[in-house]
């Protein structure tokens, strides 16, 4: 983490220093990261679970190459929409991803709303391997979401809360790791250990009534953009609600939309109130995190609010050299 208080002796501050751009979606982290990455030579890579999907490209906010302005960016369109996508394979490409931006002297720029992707990654959460018995989880994955919440409950409450309502899959993932271990799946998720990089977070923050305006806004312009032609394609290509590609925010609703279980307008109506949710517990994450450096840009320009990120980055290089 980015020491204040001097230098200490420590394999930390001998360490690289990897920069992190976090906070609820809608609120620019991605032109924030790309205009640090111009700056200081950076490579930004992506923590969002729907931008690692192929052709997914309008619901998911992903910046196009001439937004990317030639800066190099990693763990975008890495597997097919078809693929399940774990937080474990985030963290192993993801840290392979920094080591090649060190190797090649670049300064890795972290920039993404998924909170765990981002924890996992930068708070080195270990993770057991997803390989259990095939007839447990055959076993397990075919119960109704109350039967699968109801036991892990009982085995772990802290779990059980911490899973969102549908998410059958983490529900009964963590059974399988409770039957696996004898451990709790809440202590196993919080296995640490230590990473290799000093890292400096930037957390961007909105005044909620303001952010809010403006995710109504972006999803209007997503529509606008073709965000029902991206869905139909998906769709074509033998994409299914049970994929989970198919659960991001946006994609599920306009997918119900064109299987007539709904109207557009519901459609569209939905899909901003889930993401005015999914803000708030993204704010409510990164809020929880530890030596977060935060930028309020609720009336700050992009130009203001790169150029205060970039005094941050600066300062962190600078004790980097002084240690």
């Not at 763990?75 to 963290?91: K, T």
């Not at 869905?231 to 991001?248: E, I, K, N, P, Y």
């Amino acid at each position: 983490m980015l020491q204040r208080k001097g230098c200490m002796a420590s394999a930390a501050h001998d360490s690289a220093l990897v920069v992190a751009i976090i906070g609820p979606t809608g609120t620019g982290k991605s032109a924030v990261a790309v205009a640090l990455a111009a700056e200081f030579a950076g490579t930004v890579i992506s923590a969002d679970s729907m931008q690692v999907y192929q052709g997914m490209n309008v619901g998911t906010a992903k910046l196009s190459l001439d937004q990317r302005h030639g800066v190099p960016h990693e763990l975008i369109d890495v597997v097919g929409p078809q693929h399940h996508f774990s937080v474990a394979e985030y963290q192993s490409l993801a840290t392979d991803a920094i080591e090649r931006a060190l190797a090649s002297g670049r300064l890795p720029i972290v920039a993404g709303g998924t909170g765990l992707y981002v924890r996992a990654l930068l708070d080195g959460y270990e993770f057991l391997a997803e390989k259990p018995d095939a007839g447990t989880r055959q076993r397990l994955r075919s119960l109704p979401e109350q039967e699968l919440r109801a036991r892990l409950a009982l085995v772990d409450p802290v779990a059980e809360h911490a899973i969102a309502p549908r998410d059958c899959r983490r529900l009964s993932r963590a059974l399988e790791i409770a039957e696996e271990t004898q451990a709790l799946p809440s202590e196993v998720k919080r296995r640490q250990h230590a990473v290799a990089w000093r890292v400096l977070r930037i957390g961007l923050s909105m005044n909620r009534s303001l952010l809010y305006e403006r995710l109504e806004r972006r999803v209007d312009a997503m529509m606008a953009a073709g965000m029902e032609a991206e869905v139909r394609g998906l769709l074509a290509s033998g994409v299914t609600s049970d994929d989970t590609a198919m659960q991001g925010i946006g994609y599920k609703e306009i997918a119900a939309w064109l299987r007539g279980e709904t109207s557009q307008e519901e459609a569209v109506a939905l899909w901003k109130q889930r993401t005015r949710n999914y803000a708030k517990r993204q704010e409510t994450w990164f809020r929880r995190e530890r030596d977060v450096h935060w930028i309020d840009v609720s009336h700050m320009t992009e130009a203001d609010v790169v150029r205060q990120a970039a005094s941050l980055v600066s300062a962190a290089r600078e004790e980097q050299v002084a240690c």
